[in-house]
């Protein structure tokens, strides 16, 4: 008897895996997030601090993201988040930026664009969510984030200077969903690579209430850390804060 039903379980955890590979899952949302800038950056020359030099003050910039699982092949997750920074600012000497010395005590107007998009590929751990009817998934794979960078100073008397530069990072990616009750689920992702001085973190944590099983309301927290050090351009830059979203989910 014991060994029936130690039998029947395993048969009903392979049938369920099974179907499991065969099914399709799919999400999208769309959201705002309120990105607070902290940390240094240069270019060729003296950092500039982007809070007390550069004036920059948080800024909330609509993103988005698509999520789909097919049969027996790496889930994809596509993201897209524009960020984007400006202000008035001085610094008390002068300094360099670029090609250009810029004269201090005297002010000037500079932007700062990071525009990131990502593609993720990546596996659930197999069974998990079997065993746990459906509680608990971890999602593990690689992710390739593309960041679309452009920065510029412009003083009276001096001109404008400014750095244009597309970069490729591969990163790794964790993912875990739990979610407890039908209408609710609570979500973590993490992306992070480090290498020859340069870092990058970015974590989300993501509460979120689903409607008639398939629409979605979402909040949260989401922080980024930028450590970056190339040959004319360095940056130790940190972008934090709250976000929500609205969604679809299959």
């Known amino acids: 008897m014991r060994v029936r039903t130690i039998l029947t379980m395993m048969t009903v955890i392979l049938f369920s895996a099974a179907a499991s590979a065969w099914a399709v899952g799919f999400e999208a949302a769309v959201g705002v997030w309120n990105q607070d800038p902290k940390g240094?950056?240069?270019?060729?020359?003296?950092?500039?601090?982007?809070?007390?030099?550069?004036?920059?003050?948080?800024?909330t910039r609509v993103t988005g993201r698509v999520k789909l699982e097919l049969p027996l092949v790496p889930g994809i997750y596509l993201m897209a988040t524009p960020m984007k920074f400006e202000g008035d600012g001085s610094k008390s000497g002068s300094f360099t930026f670029?090609?250009?010395?810029?004269?201090?005590?005297?002010?000037?107007h500079s932007e700062l664009e990071l525009n990131h998009y990502d593609l993720a590929l990546y596996y659930g751990i197999p069974l998990l969510k079997t065993v746990t009817?459906?509680?608990?998934?971890?999602?593990?794979?690689?992710?390739?984030?593309?960041?679309?960078?452009?920065?510029?100073?412009?003083?009276?008397?001096?001109?404008?200077?400014?750095?244009?530069?597309?970069?490729?990072?591969?990163?790794?990616?964790?993912?875990?969903?739990i979610r407890p009750v039908?209408?609710?689920?609570?979500?973590?992702?993490?992306?992070?690579?480090?290498?020859?001085?340069?870092?990058?973190?970015?974590?989300?944590?993501?509460?979120k209430i689903i409607?008639?099983?398939?629409?979605?309301a979402a909040g949260g927290y989401r922080y980024?850390?930028?450590?970056?050090d190339t040959s004319d351009v360095k940056g130790n830059m940190e972008f934090a804060g709250p976000f929500g979203e609205v969604g679809i989910q299959f």
């Not at 409607?211 to 979605?216: A, E, I």
């Open 211 to 216: 409607f008639f099983d398939h629409l979605f």
């Open 182 to 207: 039908d209408w609710l689920a609570l979500e973590g992702e993490a992306r992070g690579v480090s290498y020859s001085g340069n870092q990058y973190y970015d974590l989300i944590g993501r509460g």
């Open 224 to 228: 980024e850390k930028l450590k970056i």
């Open 98 to 108: 670029g090609g250009k010395t810029y004269t201090g005590g005297t002010q000037f």
């Open 133 to 177: 009817m459906d509680v608990l998934n971890i999602d593990l794979g690689i992710n390739g984030r593309l960041i679309d960078m452009e920065a510029e100073i412009s003083q009276t008397g001096v001109g404008t200077e400014s750095k244009s530069a597309t970069y490729v990072i591969p990163m790794v990616y964790a993912g875990v969903q």
């Open 40 to 59: 240094t950056f240069s270019y060729q020359g003296e950092s500039l601090n982007l809070e007390d030099e550069l004036k920059y003050d948080e800024e």
